[in-house]
């Protein structure tokens, strides 16, 4: 079935005044024309939502859905909602891109006949305004351009590149026919999302060069201020939980079992005390609290 729409680009937004103007900028300068710019204003403060509407004005591909605070998760999947593009992708309100990377993507994902292609990205330095190193993408050891399909090798689930959001282009029914959704926690909101797409994939196409730019600090960074005193590993079992359940429903979860407790195991060195292990206990399933249990066993 042909698409009107090549790609869907659906930004959450929520107080990146500062930044907006160099995000929009990259994106609607894309080589690649035949785009909509999804902009989900998700309750910002700021100026966020006069600057999308100046651009909503320039740019007839710009949409801009207007949202009360739920988080970046909610705010994607108000996106998705009303994207029609063949592919999606993911930026932030404070991500850049380089101007062709969009075209690349997509003209990768057609060479390939894949699913998702995923590329590196830069570490990007507000304060000196330069990126500071590019973080490409290793696979088995080695970082080179690949076609994959962790289907047939599911102990990499967890070992294709660093977790962020702005890197990856996912056919949009990916999502549509498997039910997938992004979680509504403040932090790792993308990880069962973008974990269950690679574990649905038939085949996913790595390039090893960096288009996308990624602010390595910011002020209003969810992760390092708006959670910084509440216990941030817990997220990390919550998401683990609902990509469990992801698997389950879409019977896939005997094939990834083994790289999903291996990384139950590796999580389970942030917990440190007893208090920490009770708080695990509130948010995750005996499944998982067992796997705990028995690693911490094994390595007391």
């Given at each position: 079935?042909?698409?009107?729409?090549a790609?869907?680009?659906?930004?959450?937004?929520?107080?990146?005044?500062?930044?907006?103007?160099?995000?929009?900028?990259?994106?609607?300068?894309?080589?690649?024309?035949?785009?909509?710019?999804?902009?989900?204003?998700?309750g910002?403060?700021?100026?966020?939502?006069?600057?999308?509407?100046?651009y909503?004005?320039k740019?007839p591909?710009?949409?801009?859905i207007?949202?009360?605070?739920?988080?970046?998760?909610?705010?994607?999947?108000?996106?998705?909602?009303?994207?029609?593009g063949?592919?999606v992708?993911?930026?932030?309100?404070?991500?850049?891109?380089?101007l062709?990377?969009?075209?690349?993507?997509?003209?990768r994902?057609?060479?390939d006949?894949?699913d998702i292609?995923r590329?590196?990205?830069y570490?990007?330095?507000d304060?000196?305004?330069?990126?500071?190193?590019?973080?490409?993408?290793?696979?088995?050891g080695?970082?080179?351009?690949?076609?994959?399909?962790?289907?047939?090798?599911p102990?990499?689930?967890?070992?294709?590149?660093p977790?962020?959001?702005?890197?990856?282009?996912?056919?949009?029914?990916?999502?549509?026919k498997n039910?997938?959704l992004?979680?509504?926690?403040?932090?790792?909101?993308?990880?069962?999302?973008?974990?269950?797409?690679?574990?649905?994939?038939?085949k996913?196409?790595?390039?090893n060069?960096?288009?996308a730019?990624?602010?390595?600090?910011?002020?209003?960074?969810?992760?390092y201020?708006r959670?910084?005193?509440?216990?941030?590993?817990?997220?990390?079992f919550?998401?683990?939980?609902?990509?469990?359940?992801?698997l389950?429903?879409?019977?896939l979860f005997?094939?990834?079992?083994?790289?999903?407790?291996?990384?139950c195991?590796?999580?389970?060195?942030?917990?440190?005390d007893?208090?920490k292990?009770?708080?695990?206990?509130l948010v995750?399933?005996?499944?998982?609290?067992?796997i705990?249990c028995?690693?911490?066993?094994?390595?007391?």
């Amino acid at each position: 079935m042909s698409n009107d729409i090549a790609i869907s680009v659906i930004i959450p937004l929520y107080n990146v005044e500062m930044y907006l103007h160099q995000c929009l900028d990259s994106i609607i300068n894309q080589t690649l024309k035949d785009i909509e710019i999804i902009c989900v204003n998700d309750g910002s403060t700021d100026d966020t939502l006069n600057i999308l509407n100046e651009y909503q004005l320039k740019d007839p591909r710009i949409k801009v859905i207007t949202r009360k605070n739920g988080g970046c998760g909610v705010a994607r999947n108000t996106g998705m909602e009303i994207a029609t593009g063949e592919f999606v992708i993911f930026p932030d309100g404070d991500d850049f891109y380089k101007l062709n990377m969009l075209e690349r993507m997509y003209n990768r994902a057609k060479e390939d006949n894949s699913d998702i292609v995923r590329t590196g990205y830069y570490l990007y330095d507000d304060s000196t305004m330069k990126k500071i190193t590019a973080t490409l993408l290793a696979y088995d050891g080695k970082t080179q351009d690949s076609v994959i399909s962790l289907k047939n090798e599911p102990l990499k689930l967890f070992k294709i590149g660093p977790p962020v959001a702005c890197n990856k282009l996912i056919k949009r029914e990916i999502f549509v026919k498997n039910n997938i959704l992004f979680d509504s926690c403040k932090y790792r909101t993308d990880f069962s999302g973008f974990h269950t797409a690679m574990a649905v994939a038939n085949k996913i196409s790595i390039m090893n060069e960096a288009f996308a730019y990624y602010r390595a600090s910011r002020v209003n960074n969810l992760t390092y201020n708006r959670f910084r005193e509440i216990d941030n590993f817990l997220f990390d079992f919550y998401v683990m939980e609902k990509l469990k359940n992801n698997l389950i429903r879409l019977n896939l979860f005997k094939l990834y079992e083994k790289a999903f407790m291996c990384k139950c195991m590796a999580l389970s060195k942030k917990i440190v005390d007893d208090r920490k292990k009770s708080l695990v206990r509130l948010v995750v399933s005996d499944y998982i609290y067992n796997i705990i249990c028995k690693y911490k066993n094994e390595n007391n």
